[in-house]
């Protein structure tokens, strides 16, 4: 099946520092990934569509500039939490979406954040 | 925006029990997914249901798609232990996925020994 990875799988930082986290498809092309974001006992919830090669969209109450989305290539995008936060501390979930008949969302292992 | 009820959130039987897991909405879905996540990795993906009436099985496991597409199940039959975990069914919607999918609050597994 399709792979999507992340790096790093964990990262602790000190509030106020700006942390990257990466979300590659292996063995695919993925016009669209998306982030999402989980607390602990909780499920998913999306955070932004991210489209090559245009500005990603954020869903309500998601900061646009706190959390940069960049996606260079088909097979990257990138999350960047600024001036973070402890209440950003979650676990950052991507996803990205195949083509074809059947598209379907395959994701990521996540990323633990953790802002001291 | 769609929102999806998911039930029970929380479920502890024993094994070789049977159970079954519902998500329900009020809206109207292309296709639902169904995972399941381990603690501390993302989900993986069970099973899409895409026509309405839709019934998939997965070895132990049977998926159905309500004929509306508004609803689904999943109904795991004869537990083992190695089935806990937290299930999530997510929907997605008229526009085919590209607006990201819409998860469930999950249900938190657990098959006692």
């Known amino acids: 099946g399709a792979v999507v990875s992340q790096h790093p799988s964990w990262v602790i930082c000190k509030s106020g520092t700006s942390v990257k986290i990466e979300c590659r498809s292996l063995d695919f092309q993925a016009t669209t990934m998306f982030w999402y974001r989980q607390f602990p006992k909780q499920s998913l919830m999306l955070m932004a569509t991210s489209n090559e090669g245009s500005k990603a969209t954020y869903e309500q109450g998601v900061e646009k500039d706190k959390f940069l989305i960049n996606h260079a290539s088909l097979t990257l995008s990138t999350l960047t939490v600024t001036s973070a936060h402890p209440e950003d501390s979650s676990f950052y979930i991507c996803?990205?979406?195949?083509?074809?008949?059947?598209?379907?969302?395959?994701f990521g292992p996540g990323t633990r954040l953790t802002v001291l | 925006t769609q929102l999806l009820e998911q039930s029970p959130q929380f479920l502890s039987i024993q094994e070789g029990e049977n159970l079954t897991v519902y998500c329900n909405s009020s809206?109207?879905?292309?296709?639902l997914q169904w995972y399941r996540q381990e603690p501390g990795e993302g989900p993986v993906l069970l099973v899409t249901v895409v026509t309405g009436g839709e019934v998939k099985k997965l070895k132990r496991l049977t998926f159905q798609f309500g004929d509306a597409r508004k609803d689904s199940s999943l109904h795991i039959t004869a537990a083992q232990p190695g089935d806990t975990g937290l299930y999530l069914c997510?929907?997605?919607?008229?526009?085919?996925?590209?607006?990201?999918?819409?998860f469930g609050k999950g249900t938190h597994l657990i098959i006692q020994p």
């Open positions: 996803s990205a979406r195949s083509t074809g008949p059947l598209p379907t969302q395959y």
């Open positions: 997510a929907g997605e919607g008229a526009g085919g996925g590209a607006d990201g999918l819409t």
């Open positions: 809206s109207v879905f292309s296709s």
